[in-house]
């Protein structure tokens, strides 16, 4: 098995192996995924104690949303709206310049 470095060098270097990787992660996220709901469900994979399953899929499902937080991270929008929505007018006030302040 190669290096952690020589896998990087090869992913800067060559582009299909970057993307094979990338791919390589995403069923690879996939099948944590997987493994969690079976968990989540009592089935395969399950202690069969309640509150242990829990810590599993809580923290997998964390590990998750920091190595890829588009996929699995929580949607965080900020919005500036009046109470009906409508887009906020910005107003910036302040002192003027003249020409003995500039």
Known sequence: MPG???IYDWM???PEVSASIARAR???????????????RGGIGSSGDVQR???I???DL???AKWNPKRWGDRVENRLA???????KIT???IRPTEENT
């Open 57 to 59: 899929v809580d923290t």
């Open 12 to 14: 800067e270097k060559l």
């Open 26 to 40: 995403d069923l690879g996220e996939d099948a944590i995924a997987a493994r969690l709901r079976e968990i989540a």
């Open 62 to 64: 964390k590990l998750l």
């Open 53 to 55: 399953d829990k810590l």
């Open 92 to 94: 910036v006030t302040g």
């Open 82 to 88: 009046d109470p009906d929505g409508n887009a906020l």
């Open 4 to 6: 952690y470095r020589t």
